[in-house]
């Protein structure tokens, strides 16, 4: 065999071992398990796991907890999971962290506003009712006299994420992508 001959056999197990080894990349469709919950206090924010669902007490009946299938780099779940989800193989499990800011947003003052109560539904005028005024949705912390007070932050403003996940498989079969979309 020559120089050549070995160099040519090199290059080849060279991309052989970097195709085997790139893993989930951009544009991959992944059947995906998760939980996500909110760093400080631990509350559920979202799962695949109807265990860990009803463990929260959230309500099973009228969803569907399964393993979802997501495209890579098509914003179906956070950037910095998506991110973290690069280079992985089928069976890796993680677990990532998104700050505040990337994931609700931080929680800003000057979106809690008094206004008048006779702007609320009357059958909303309750702390805790979410209601949508003016195209923008909130929830109503306190009503005193003809004023309440309305916080149009999200309700996990200012939370941080963390991500926990495994990798079930890339789904390739064309149906099975179809649907997930």
């Known amino acids: 065999m020559s120089d050549q001959d070995d160099a040519e056999t090199a290059a080849e197990e060279a991309d052989t071992e970097d195709t085997e080894t790139a893993g989930i990349q951009d544009g991959d469709f992944v059947r995906l398990a998760y939980t996500a919950r909110t760093v400080e206090d631990g509350d559920l924010v979202d799962t695949t796991d109807t265990e860990v669902a009803e463990e929260a007490d959230v309500d099973t009946e009228d969803q569907e907890f399964e393993p979802r299938t997501i495209v890579i780099g098509s914003n179906q779940i956070f950037e910095q999971v998506e991110q973290d989800l ?96």
């Open 86 to 181: 690069i280079g992985k193989d089928v069976g890796h499990e993680g677990s990532v962290v998104v700050p505040a800011a990337d994931a609700f947003g931080e929680y800003d003052e000057d979106d809690v506003r008094t206004i008048s109560a006779e702007r609320i539904p009357e059958d909303d005028r309750y702390p805790g009712a979410h209601v949508d005024i003016e195209g923008e949705h909130g929830h109503v912390t306190t009503i005193i006299g003809g004023r309440a007070r309305v916080d149009f932050n999200h309700p996990l403003a200012g939370e941080a994420v963390e991500y926990e996940y495994e990798i079930l498989a890339v789904v390739e079969d064309r149906l099975e992508k179809a649907q997930s979309l």
